[in-house]
Structure formats: C-alpha cells, structure tokens
Nanobody, 113 residues
Framework: QVHLEEFGGGLVQPGGSLRLSCAASGIIDSITSMAWYRQAPGSQRRLVAAITDFGRISYADFVEGRFTISRNTKNTMYLQMNSLKFEDTAVYFC????????WGQGTQVTVSS
C-alpha cells in the first residue's frame, strides 16, 4: 500500500507560480514512476508530467516549458509551475505506480485575476 498526500495548491494570478508537493508513504521501495495529473471541471483527467525511477521525465504538450517535475527522495515529488495561465486551473493529482496505481486526494490550483 502507498499513501499519498499533496500540498501546495491555491489561488494565484496569471503569470504567477506555485509549487506542488507529493509525499508518499508505505511501500515506497517498489515505486517505478510518479506523475502529476490534472482535471478541470467537465474534463477528463490528463497527464501533466511524469518521472520514472530511472529519472526519465516527460511533459504534456500544454506545459510548454513552464513546469518542472522533480523527485528529491524516494518518496517526495514536486511540480514547480511558473507562468501560470487561466487554463491551468484544475485539481492536480499525484499518481504513483508500483505493481498498482495509487492516487492522492488532489489539490486545487486556481489561476484567476
């Protein structure tokens, strides 16, 4: 079992920055990849960025170089989000994969003036 807890969401103006954190506890030695997803109202959940246990990183096209995913320990992942846009407003979810896939409860990011 892996338990996930996200931190760092909030309200920010367009062009601003936020840093999301995801702390995993439990069977963290078996984690093969970690990722951030987001889901806007009325939309499907979409991959934002992912990082594998080998450090391979991928981003969705809409990130356009504005976000950076990182993982500083086996159990902590971050998403630095810069130059935020209105359309980045969504609930952001932490996802961790072992033999199973685990999800955090989500953290709201609202970009508004």
């Amino acid at each position: 079992q892996v338990h996930l807890e996200e931190f760092g969401g909030g309200l920010v103006q367009p062009g601003g920055s936020l840093r999301l954190s995801c702390a995993a506890s439990g069977i963290i030695d078996s984690i093969t990849s970690m990722a951030w997803y987001r889901q806007a109202p009325g939309s499907q959940r979409r991959l934002v960025a992912a990082i594998t246990d080998f450090g391979r990183i991928s981003y969705a096209d809409f990130v356009e170089g504005r976000f950076t995913i990182s993982r500083n320990t086996k159990n902590t992942m971050y998403l630095q989000m810069n130059s935020l846009k209105f359309e980045d407003t969504a609930v952001y979810f932490c996802n961790v994969n072992t033999a199973l896939s685990y999800w955090g409860q989500g953290t709201q990011v609202t970009v508004s003036s």
